[in-house]
Protein backbone atom coordinates (compact mmCIF):
# COMPACT_ATOMS: atom_id res chain seq x y z
CA UNK A 1 0.00 0.00 0.00
CA UNK A 2 2.90 2.19 0.98
CA UNK A 3 4.57 1.82 -2.15
CA UNK A 4 1.29 2.34 -4.52
CA UNK A 5 0.63 5.60 -2.43
CA UNK A 6 3.64 7.17 -3.47
CA UNK A 7 3.59 5.75 -7.17
CA UNK A 8 0.36 7.66 -6.86
CA UNK A 9 1.38 10.64 -6.01
CA UNK A 10 4.59 10.69 -8.03
CA UNK A 11 1.89 10.19 -11.12
CA UNK A 12 0.23 13.02 -10.02
CA UNK A 13 2.82 15.07 -9.57
CA UNK A 14 4.51 13.84 -12.76
CA UNK A 15 1.06 15.21 -14.86
CA UNK A 16 1.20 18.45 -13.60
CA UNK A 17 4.14 19.04 -14.18
CA UNK A 18 3.76 17.84 -17.88
CA UNK A 19 0.88 20.29 -18.00
CA UNK A 20 2.62 23.27 -16.56
CA UNK A 21 5.81 22.91 -19.08
CA UNK A 22 3.09 22.95 -22.33
CA UNK A 23 1.11 25.41 -20.82
CA UNK A 24 3.76 27.94 -20.14
CA UNK A 25 6.30 26.70 -23.28
CA UNK A 26 5.24 29.91 -25.12
CA UNK A 27 6.96 32.16 -22.22
CA UNK A 28 9.74 30.29 -21.97
CA UNK A 29 10.97 30.01 -25.22
CA UNK A 30 10.95 33.76 -25.99
CA UNK A 31 13.54 33.98 -22.57
CA UNK A 32 17.10 34.96 -23.85
CA UNK A 33 18.70 32.73 -20.93
CA UNK A 34 16.68 29.40 -21.85
CA UNK A 35 16.11 27.01 -24.60
CA UNK A 36 12.98 24.67 -25.34
CA UNK A 37 12.44 22.00 -27.66
CA UNK A 38 9.16 20.03 -28.39
CA UNK A 39 9.19 16.60 -29.05
CA UNK A 40 6.80 14.03 -30.29
CA UNK A 41 7.07 10.31 -32.10
CA UNK A 42 5.43 7.54 -33.42
CA UNK A 43 6.27 4.08 -32.59
CA UNK A 44 5.31 0.66 -33.66
CA UNK A 45 6.67 -2.61 -35.34
CA UNK A 46 6.09 -6.51 -35.15
CA UNK A 47 6.98 -8.89 -32.14
CA UNK A 48 7.26 -12.84 -33.88
CA UNK A 49 7.09 -13.37 -29.50
CA UNK A 50 3.61 -11.76 -29.56
CA UNK A 51 2.59 -12.76 -33.00
CA UNK A 52 1.17 -9.31 -33.46
CA UNK A 53 2.03 -5.51 -33.89
CA UNK A 54 3.48 -3.32 -31.07
CA UNK A 55 3.52 0.02 -29.79
CA UNK A 56 6.69 -0.03 -28.21
CA UNK A 57 10.47 -0.41 -28.82
CA UNK A 58 11.67 -2.31 -26.06
CA UNK A 59 9.45 -3.79 -24.10
CA UNK A 60 5.77 -2.37 -22.76
CA UNK A 61 6.71 -2.29 -19.23
CA UNK A 62 9.68 -0.16 -20.22
CA UNK A 63 9.76 3.59 -20.76
CA UNK A 64 11.89 3.61 -24.03
CA UNK A 65 10.00 4.41 -27.10
CA UNK A 66 6.43 4.51 -27.20
CA UNK A 67 3.92 7.02 -29.20
CA UNK A 68 4.59 10.07 -27.15
CA UNK A 69 4.93 13.79 -26.67
CA UNK A 70 6.84 16.21 -24.83
CA UNK A 71 8.74 18.87 -23.85
CA UNK A 72 12.38 19.66 -22.90
CA UNK A 73 13.40 22.85 -21.33
CA UNK A 74 16.52 24.02 -20.26
CA UNK A 75 16.91 27.71 -18.56
CA UNK A 76 20.18 29.16 -17.63
CA UNK A 77 20.65 30.34 -13.68
CA UNK A 78 22.56 33.61 -13.73
CA UNK A 79 23.47 37.12 -11.43
CA UNK A 80 25.72 39.76 -11.43
CA UNK A 81 28.87 37.56 -11.61
CA UNK A 82 27.51 35.47 -14.54
CA UNK A 83 25.83 31.94 -15.32
CA UNK A 84 26.34 29.53 -11.98
CA UNK A 85 23.92 27.07 -12.29
CA UNK A 86 21.12 25.48 -14.61
CA UNK A 87 17.90 24.40 -14.34
CA UNK A 88 16.63 21.27 -16.77
CA UNK A 89 13.12 19.80 -17.13
CA UNK A 90 12.42 17.37 -19.67
CA UNK A 91 9.17 14.70 -19.61
CA UNK A 92 6.71 12.83 -21.94
CA UNK A 93 3.07 11.52 -22.36
CA UNK A 94 3.33 8.45 -24.14
CA UNK A 95 0.70 6.00 -24.59
CA UNK A 96 1.20 2.66 -22.34
CA UNK A 97 -1.16 -0.11 -23.55
CA UNK A 98 -0.10 -2.42 -20.86
CA UNK A 99 -3.25 -3.82 -19.76
CA UNK A 100 -5.42 -1.40 -20.31
CA UNK A 101 -4.34 1.86 -22.36
CA UNK A 102 -3.64 4.95 -20.28
CA UNK A 103 -1.64 8.41 -20.72
CA UNK A 104 1.59 7.61 -18.57
CA UNK A 105 3.96 9.99 -17.86
CA UNK A 106 7.59 9.62 -17.94
CA UNK A 107 10.13 12.30 -16.28
CA UNK A 108 13.34 12.04 -17.63
CA UNK A 109 15.22 15.12 -16.35
CA UNK A 110 14.25 17.25 -13.18
CA UNK A 111 17.48 18.84 -11.72
CA UNK A 112 19.17 21.65 -10.55
CA UNK A 113 22.69 21.91 -11.12
CA UNK A 114 24.68 24.31 -9.50
CA UNK A 115 28.94 25.97 -10.59
CA UNK A 116 31.09 26.07 -7.44
CA UNK A 117 34.70 26.63 -7.21
CA UNK A 118 35.84 22.87 -7.26
CA UNK A 119 32.32 21.11 -8.92
CA UNK A 120 29.46 21.13 -10.64
CA UNK A 121 26.80 19.55 -8.19
CA UNK A 122 23.23 18.86 -8.86
CA UNK A 123 20.10 17.48 -7.25
CA UNK A 124 17.21 16.18 -8.32
CA UNK A 125 16.57 13.62 -11.46
CA UNK A 126 19.36 13.14 -13.50
CA UNK A 127 22.21 10.40 -14.74
CA UNK A 128 23.64 8.53 -12.63
CA UNK A 129 27.64 8.64 -13.70
CA UNK A 130 27.99 4.87 -14.81
CA UNK A 131 29.07 3.68 -18.12
CA UNK A 132 27.77 4.99 -21.52
CA UNK A 133 24.33 6.30 -19.77
CA UNK A 134 26.20 8.65 -17.57
CA UNK A 135 27.05 11.02 -21.12
CA UNK A 136 25.14 8.91 -23.79
CA UNK A 137 21.86 10.33 -24.20
CA UNK A 138 19.93 7.67 -25.73
CA UNK A 139 15.58 8.64 -24.65
CA UNK A 140 14.95 9.21 -28.04
CA UNK A 141 17.05 6.42 -29.58
CA UNK A 142 15.83 2.73 -30.56
CA UNK A 143 19.15 0.84 -30.29
CA UNK A 144 19.73 1.36 -26.03
CA UNK A 145 22.34 0.96 -23.41
CA UNK A 146 22.81 -1.45 -20.52
CA UNK A 147 19.71 -0.21 -18.26
CA UNK A 148 17.13 -0.53 -20.84
CA UNK A 149 18.66 -4.58 -20.35
CA UNK A 150 18.14 -4.55 -16.48
CA UNK A 151 21.62 -3.26 -15.44
CA UNK A 152 21.66 0.36 -14.24
CA UNK A 153 19.39 3.32 -14.74
CA UNK A 154 18.93 5.74 -17.10
CA UNK A 155 18.31 8.51 -14.80
CA UNK A 156 17.73 8.38 -10.83
CA UNK A 157 16.65 10.78 -7.85
CA UNK A 158 19.54 12.31 -6.11
CA UNK A 159 22.23 14.66 -6.19
CA UNK A 160 26.51 14.17 -7.17
CA UNK A 161 29.01 16.37 -8.66
CA UNK A 162 31.30 15.93 -11.49
CA UNK A 163 34.27 18.05 -11.95
CA UNK A 164 36.55 18.21 -15.22
CA UNK A 165 39.98 18.40 -15.69
CA UNK A 166 42.60 18.52 -18.80
CA UNK A 167 42.99 14.65 -19.26
CA UNK A 168 38.79 14.30 -18.57
CA UNK A 169 36.33 14.31 -15.89
CA UNK A 170 35.59 12.79 -12.34
CA UNK A 171 31.84 12.12 -11.16
CA UNK A 172 30.23 10.61 -8.47
CA UNK A 173 26.92 10.57 -7.29
CA UNK A 174 24.08 9.64 -4.08
CA UNK A 175 20.65 8.70 -5.15
CA UNK A 176 17.59 6.10 -4.43
CA UNK A 177 18.27 3.16 -6.35
CA UNK A 178 14.88 3.48 -8.24
CA UNK A 179 15.23 4.87 -11.50
CA UNK A 180 12.36 6.63 -12.96
CA UNK A 181 9.64 6.21 -9.66
CA UNK A 182 10.36 7.58 -6.16
CA UNK A 183 10.00 4.39 -3.44
CA UNK A 184 11.45 5.62 0.17
CA UNK A 185 11.97 2.25 1.28
CA UNK A 186 15.62 1.90 2.28
CA UNK A 187 17.27 1.60 -1.17
CA UNK A 188 20.29 3.90 -2.18
CA UNK A 189 23.03 3.57 -4.52
CA UNK A 190 26.12 4.99 -4.45
CA UNK A 191 27.94 5.63 -8.06
CA UNK A 192 30.89 6.99 -9.24
CA UNK A 193 32.98 7.14 -12.09
CA UNK A 194 36.58 8.09 -13.89
CA UNK A 195 37.38 9.15 -17.31
CA UNK A 196 40.61 9.58 -19.66
CA UNK A 197 39.84 12.14 -22.81
CA UNK A 198 37.51 14.38 -23.29
CA UNK A 199 34.93 12.94 -26.12
CA UNK A 200 34.34 16.68 -28.22
CA UNK A 201 37.97 16.89 -28.10
CA UNK A 202 39.79 14.10 -28.12
CA UNK A 203 37.47 11.98 -30.00
CA UNK A 204 37.38 9.13 -27.24
CA UNK A 205 36.69 8.66 -23.49
CA UNK A 206 37.56 5.93 -21.51
CA UNK A 207 35.50 5.10 -18.05
CA UNK A 208 36.44 2.94 -15.24
CA UNK A 209 33.42 3.30 -12.63
CA UNK A 210 31.66 1.57 -10.09
CA UNK A 211 28.57 1.63 -8.11
CA UNK A 212 27.11 -0.13 -5.05
CA UNK A 213 24.17 -0.13 -2.51
CA UNK A 214 20.48 -1.82 -2.02
CA UNK A 215 17.60 -1.27 -4.89
CA UNK A 216 14.40 -2.71 -5.64
CA UNK A 217 13.10 -4.96 -8.28
CA UNK A 218 12.01 -1.73 -10.88
CA UNK A 219 10.94 -1.89 -14.33
CA UNK A 220 10.20 1.17 -15.74
CA UNK A 221 7.55 2.64 -13.26
CA UNK A 222 6.37 -0.93 -12.50
CA UNK A 223 7.52 -2.10 -9.20
CA UNK A 224 7.75 -5.76 -9.69
CA UNK A 225 9.48 -6.32 -5.54
CA UNK A 226 10.00 -3.69 -3.61
CA UNK A 227 12.21 -5.06 -1.33
CA UNK A 228 15.87 -3.66 -1.70
CA UNK A 229 18.44 -6.22 -2.80
CA UNK A 230 22.26 -5.73 -2.81
CA UNK A 231 23.26 -4.46 -5.75
CA UNK A 232 26.95 -3.43 -6.96
CA UNK A 233 29.04 -3.53 -10.42
CA UNK A 234 32.70 -2.59 -11.56
CA UNK A 235 33.08 -1.59 -15.13
CA UNK A 236 34.68 0.00 -18.06
CA UNK A 237 33.17 1.83 -20.80
CA UNK A 238 34.85 3.10 -24.36
CA UNK A 239 33.75 5.54 -26.97
CA UNK A 240 35.64 6.15 -30.07
CA UNK A 241 34.84 8.35 -33.04
CA UNK A 242 37.39 8.08 -36.29
CA UNK A 243 35.94 9.67 -39.14
CA UNK A 244 32.75 8.25 -40.35
CA UNK A 245 32.95 5.47 -37.64
CA UNK A 246 31.89 4.96 -34.17
CA UNK A 247 32.91 2.59 -31.55
CA UNK A 248 31.33 2.16 -27.99
CA UNK A 249 31.51 -0.54 -25.37
CA UNK A 250 30.57 -0.69 -22.25
CA UNK A 251 30.94 -3.86 -19.51
CA UNK A 252 30.25 -4.42 -15.52
CA UNK A 253 30.31 -7.24 -13.85
CA UNK A 254 29.23 -7.63 -10.24
CA UNK A 255 25.80 -8.39 -7.98
CA UNK A 256 22.30 -8.03 -8.70
CA UNK A 257 19.59 -9.38 -6.92
CA UNK A 258 21.64 -11.02 -4.42
CA UNK A 259 23.20 -13.32 -7.04
CA UNK A 260 26.61 -12.81 -9.81
CA UNK A 261 25.56 -10.97 -12.72
CA UNK A 262 27.78 -9.87 -15.29
CA UNK A 263 26.31 -7.52 -19.18
CA UNK A 264 28.34 -6.57 -21.89
CA UNK A 265 27.72 -4.36 -24.93
CA UNK A 266 29.43 -3.90 -28.19
CA UNK A 267 28.79 -0.97 -30.73
CA UNK A 268 29.34 0.09 -34.16
CA UNK A 269 27.82 2.60 -36.57
CA UNK A 270 28.94 4.57 -39.34
CA UNK A 271 27.40 7.99 -40.73
CA UNK A 272 26.97 8.24 -44.13
CA UNK A 273 26.05 10.66 -46.90
CA UNK A 274 26.23 14.72 -46.84
CA UNK A 275 26.46 15.63 -43.05
CA UNK A 276 26.23 12.30 -41.91
CA UNK A 277 22.43 12.36 -42.89
CA UNK A 278 22.34 8.12 -42.72
CA UNK A 279 23.79 6.24 -40.10
CA UNK A 280 23.84 2.20 -39.72
CA UNK A 281 24.57 0.49 -36.54
CA UNK A 282 25.12 -3.02 -35.09
CA UNK A 283 25.13 -3.89 -31.39
CA UNK A 284 25.50 -7.25 -29.42
CA UNK A 285 24.09 -7.57 -25.89
CA UNK A 286 25.26 -10.52 -23.81
CA UNK A 287 24.12 -10.81 -19.90
CA UNK A 288 24.10 -12.83 -17.14
CA UNK A 289 22.30 -12.76 -13.96
CA UNK A 290 20.80 -15.74 -11.50
CA UNK A 291 22.77 -18.02 -13.55
CA UNK A 292 20.44 -17.58 -16.39
CA UNK A 293 22.26 -16.01 -19.92
CA UNK A 294 20.73 -13.64 -22.70
CA UNK A 295 21.98 -12.36 -25.45
CA UNK A 296 20.70 -10.32 -27.94
CA UNK A 297 21.79 -9.00 -31.62
CA UNK A 298 20.66 -5.56 -33.03
CA UNK A 299 20.75 -3.27 -35.86
CA UNK A 300 19.68 0.05 -36.85
CA UNK A 301 19.22 2.66 -39.63
CA UNK A 302 18.67 6.05 -39.04
CA UNK A 303 18.06 8.68 -41.49
CA UNK A 304 17.71 12.63 -40.63
CA UNK A 305 14.62 13.51 -43.37
CA UNK A 306 15.17 16.90 -42.21
CA UNK A 307 16.36 18.96 -39.13
CA UNK A 308 13.74 18.32 -37.03
CA UNK A 309 12.59 15.19 -38.36
CA UNK A 310 14.03 11.67 -37.89
CA UNK A 311 13.20 8.47 -38.94
CA UNK A 312 14.80 5.28 -37.65
CA UNK A 313 14.49 1.57 -38.23
CA UNK A 314 15.41 -1.78 -35.71
CA UNK A 315 15.67 -4.96 -35.78
CA UNK A 316 16.31 -6.89 -33.00
CA UNK A 317 16.23 -10.76 -31.70
CA UNK A 318 16.21 -11.59 -28.33
CA UNK A 319 17.82 -15.60 -27.85
CA UNK A 320 15.86 -15.86 -24.09
CA UNK A 321 12.86 -14.95 -25.41
CA UNK A 322 12.78 -16.50 -28.94
CA UNK A 323 11.66 -12.98 -30.09
CA UNK A 324 12.77 -11.34 -33.57
CA UNK A 325 11.35 -7.96 -32.80
CA UNK A 326 11.09 -4.96 -35.75
CA UNK A 327 10.22 -1.66 -34.72
CA UNK A 328 9.90 1.97 -36.89
CA UNK A 329 9.80 5.28 -35.20
CA UNK A 330 9.30 9.04 -37.03
CA UNK A 331 11.33 11.40 -34.09
CA UNK A 332 10.35 14.67 -34.13
CA UNK A 333 12.41 16.94 -32.21
CA UNK A 334 12.40 21.36 -32.39
CA UNK A 335 13.33 24.30 -30.98
CA UNK A 336 10.20 26.35 -29.95
Known sequence: MENKFWLEKYLLWSRAFLLSLFLFSGAWAHADSSLLYLEAQAVGGYSSLKDKGILYSMSQRDVMQKPSIGADWVQKLSGGAGDWGTLALQGRLAYDDHGQPVIEPQLYNAYVRVKTPYAYSWVGHNRVPVGLESYFDTHGLLLQSLPMSGFGFDRDWGAGASRDFS????????TSGTGMPIQLKGSYLFSGRVAQGVLNRDNYTCGLYGTAGKVPDIIGYHILDSEPEG???LGADLTYLWDRWEFRADARKGEKGGASAYAALGRIGVNLLDDNRLKLEFQPIFTKQSGQEDRSLAGGLSYILTPDLTGRSLYEYDR?????????????YVKV
Request: overall charge negative.
Open 167 to 174: WGDAAFSL
Open 231 to 233: YGF
Open 320 to 332: NDNDHRIVFQIYY
